[in-house]
């Protein structure tokens, strides 16, 4: 199953200059559809440090001990979204959305945090049972919301 992204299928030959995207997932389960939404990112930036063998090499012992990979992320084809809901196991994956792609800009995760707070709560996400999401940022959750 691929993303769709504004009613057609995504799939870029190269996301380099895209950082990440908002999504919502559609689940089914007796007849019932339940949504999930969240945030992805194209490409994983780790952080790995030099051997010991290279640090030796090195002249300037003033720079830091690590550098940083940068690898494409698992958007494509594996990832179901990080919905730890149990309810879930038993529901059918029926389609893939893609809200908004944020491209590559100055304080884009800044951009991409907010967008995702701002779809979860114009969706209502935590007091509408339909939506599988349990908080949104890790400060409000799922069932402490009365009003």
Known sequence: MNWIYKGE??????VSNLYGFIYKL?????????????????NNRTKKYYTKKEMLLRTDKRL???YYVTKESDWKHKYLGSCKDERIKDMILVEKEMLVV???ETDCAVNHTYCEVKHLVVNDVLTDNR???SNIGGTFFRGKIKY
């Open 9 to 14: 299928e995504f799939n870029p030959e190269d």
């Open 26 to 42: 559609t689940y089914e389960y007796d007849d019932k559809e339940f949504y999930y939404i969240g945030k992805k990112v194209f």
């Open 64 to 66: 830091k001990n690590y």
């Open 102 to 104: 944020i491209p590559f």
């Open 131 to 133: 939506y599988l999401n």
